[in-house]
C-alpha cells in the first residue's frame, strides 16, 4: 500500500532548477516526509524532510503544502551529478521505512 | 568517521547454499535497517531495529531469511537454502534514532548460482 505517488521520470537541464513532486494525499498529522535519492550503483543518499514547514539545506529545499497533501523537493541548480532516482517517503518517526518505485530524474546538458 | 559498512562486497553462493551477511552500523546508532534491491527494482524493506524493541519483521519474504543485531550494534542476515530468486544487493542502514536521516552502506551484492 503505497503512501506516496511520484512520476516514473523526469528530465531537467543542467544548471536548471528541478522540481519533483510528490503526492501523499492521506499522510497523517504526524508523519513526516522525507526524500533520499539513489544515484546508480550506490546506496540511497539522505537529502532533507519535514513534517509541515518548507526546510531547506545545503543539497535542496522541501515545498510542503499547507494541507501536507503533497510536497516538492527542489534542486537549485541541477547538475550532471544530480542524475539519480529520487524517493519521496513518509512515516511516523520511530516505525520502518518503505521506499516506493521514486522518479528517476536526467540531468542532461 | 566510518560510515555504515558492510561486509562481504559481493557473495557468491550455490543454490541450496546459507549465506550470512553482516552489517556494522554507525557507531550509538540505535536504528537499523536491511533492504533488498534487486536489479533494475526498488528497495524492498525486509526488517528494522530499533533499540531494545521488538524489531519489525514485516518484510521478510519467507521463513528463510531471518536477522539478527547482536550488543545493539553488529546485525546478521541469514539466508538459508539460498534460491537462484535471493540474487540481489542486500542494503543496510542505520540512523541514530528512528526519525533520523538513515546512512546506507555499500552493500552485499548476493549471486545465487
Not at chain 1, 537541464?13 to 501523499?24: F, K, Q, S
Not at chain 2, 568517521?1 to 562486497?9: E, F, K, N, T, Y
Not at chain 2, 557473495?11 to 541450496?16: A, D, H, L
Given at each position: 500500500?503505497?503512501?506516496?505517488?511520484?512520476?516514473?521520470?523526469m528530465?531537467c537541464?543542467?544548471?536548471?532548477?528541478?522540481?519533483?513532486?510528490?503526492?501523499?494525499s492521506?499522510?497523517?498529522?504526524?508523519?513526516?516526509?522525507?526524500?533520499?535519492?539513489?544515484?546508480?550503483?550506490?546506496?540511497?543518499?539522505?537529502?532533507?524532510?519535514?513534517?509541515k514547514?518548507?526546510?531547506?539545506?545545503?543539497?535542496?529545499?522541501?515545498i510542503?503544502t499547507?494541507?501536507?497533501?503533497?510536497?516538492?523537493?527542489?534542486?537549485?541548480?541541477?547538475?550532471?551529478?544530480d542524475?539519480?532516482?529520487?524517493y519521496?517517503?513518509?512515516?511516523?518517526?520511530?516505525?520502518?521505512?518503505?521506499?516506493?518505485?521514486?522518479?528517476?530524474?536526467?540531468?542532461?546538458? | 568517521?566510518?560510515?555504515?559498512?558492510?561486509?562481504?562486497?559481493n557473495?557468491?553462493?550455490?543454490?541450496?547454499k546459507?549465506?550470512?551477511?553482516?552489517?556494522?552500523?554507525?557507531?550509538?546508532?540505535?536504528?537499523?535497517?536491511?533492504?533488498?534491491?534487486?536489479?533494475?527494482?526498488?528497495?524492498?524493506?525486509?526488517?528494522?531495529?530499533?533499540?531494545?524493541?521488538?524489531?519489525?519483521?514485516?518484510?521478510?519474504?519467507?521463513?528463510?531469511?531471518?536477522?539478527?543485531?547482536?550488543?545493539?550494534?553488529?546485525?546478521?542476515?541469514?539466508?538459508?537454502?539460498?534460491?537462484?530468486?535471493d540474487?540481489?544487493?542486500?542494503?543496510?542502514?542505520?540512523?541514530?534514532?528512528?526519525?533520523?536521516?538513515?546512512?546506507?552502506g555499500?552493500?552485499t551484492?548476493?549471486?545465487?548460482?
Open positions: 500500500d503505497a503512501k506516496t505517488t511520484q512520476p516514473t521520470s528530465d537541464a543542467e544548471g536548471r532548477a528541478a522540481n519533483l513532486p510528490c503526492n501523499h492521506t499522510i497523517s498529522g504526524n508523519e513526516y516526509v522525507y526524500w533520499y535519492r539513489q544515484i546508480h550503483s550506490q546506496g540511497p543518499q539522505y537529502i532533507i524532510h519535514g513534517l514547514n518548507n526546510e531547506t539545506n545545503e543539497m535542496a529545499s522541501l510542503i499547507e494541507d501536507r497533501k503533497s510536497s516538492t523537493l527542489i534542486l537549485p541548480h541541477a547538475t550532471l551529478r542524475t539519480a532516482v529520487y519521496c517517503i513518509v512515516r511516523v518517526g520511530d516505525n520502518d521505512m518503505r521506499f516506493g518505485a521514486g522518479t528517476r530524474l536526467t540531468v542532461k546538458p | 568517521g566510518a560510515g555504515v559498512s558492510q561486509s562481504p562486497s557473495k557468491v553462493t550455490e543454490k541450496g546459507d549465506v550470512e551477511l553482516r552489517c556494522d552500523p554507525i557507531s550509538g546508532h540505535t536504528a537499523l535497517y536491511w533492504y533488498r534491491q534487486s536489479l533494475g527494482q526498488g528497495l524492498e524493506f525486509l526488517i528494522y531495529f530499533q533499540g531494545n524493541s521488538a524489531p519489525d519483521k514485516s518484510g521478510l519474504p519467507s521463513d528463510r531469511f531471518s536477522a539478527e543485531r547482536t550488543g545493539g550494534s553488529v546485525s546478521t542476515l541469514t539466508i538459508q537454502r539460498t534460491q537462484q530468486e540474487s540481489a544487493v542486500y542494503l543496510c542502514a542505520s540512523s541514530l534514532w528512528g526519525d533520523t536521516e538513515a546512512f546506507f555499500q552493500g551484492r548476493l549471486t545465487v548460482v
